[in-house]
């Protein structure tokens, strides 16, 4: 009998389609039987930090053990079907950064920018994203600030326009 058991554990081990160390999956085994004993004594299902603190391990310790034996699900994986109209769990899952309204909105702020002169581009590159104010851009330009001021709002009201 224990040889079979090994050999299954083996098995399910070494064809999972993540592989997982040993060590996780023990602690996950460990965290499953604590929280199935746990929810015998006390007829509720324990959390996180009761079950961390049974087996004195870390509680992300707990939740990585479980996250790890969970197996992977498809983004094409229906959840739900309604008269031939299926939602999968792509329809699900949403990246609020990378949107196709993000990605034309960057091509058309590249494009605006390349518009403009290699003066006003430095200018905003220093402004806006090396985070420098307008007397530090003075001075490595070699210009007033308010030179800087004037040419910053100018190249900002054309990229304006231009969007």
Known sequence: ?????????????DNSAIRVSRSVRDTAYRVLQAKEKYMAEHQKEPTMDEI?????????????????VVDPVSLFEPVYSDSGDTVCVMDQVKDKKNTDEA???????????SKLDERERRILALRFF?????????????????????LEKNALSRIRKEL
Request: proline share 2%; hydrophobic share 50%; aromatic share 4%.
């Open 1 to 13: 009998m224990p040889m079979i058991v090994g050999e299954i554990r083996r098995y399910l081990r």
């Open 130 to 150: 090396q985070g420098k104010t307008q007397m530090e851009v003075s001075a490595e330009v070699g210009i007033s600030q308010a030179q800087v001021s004037r």
């Open 103 to 113: 990605w034309l909105e960057h091509i058309a702020l590249e494009d605006a920018i």
């Open 52 to 68: 961390a603190q049974i087996l004195e391990i870390r509680r992300e310790d707990v939740v990585m053990a479980l996250d790890a």
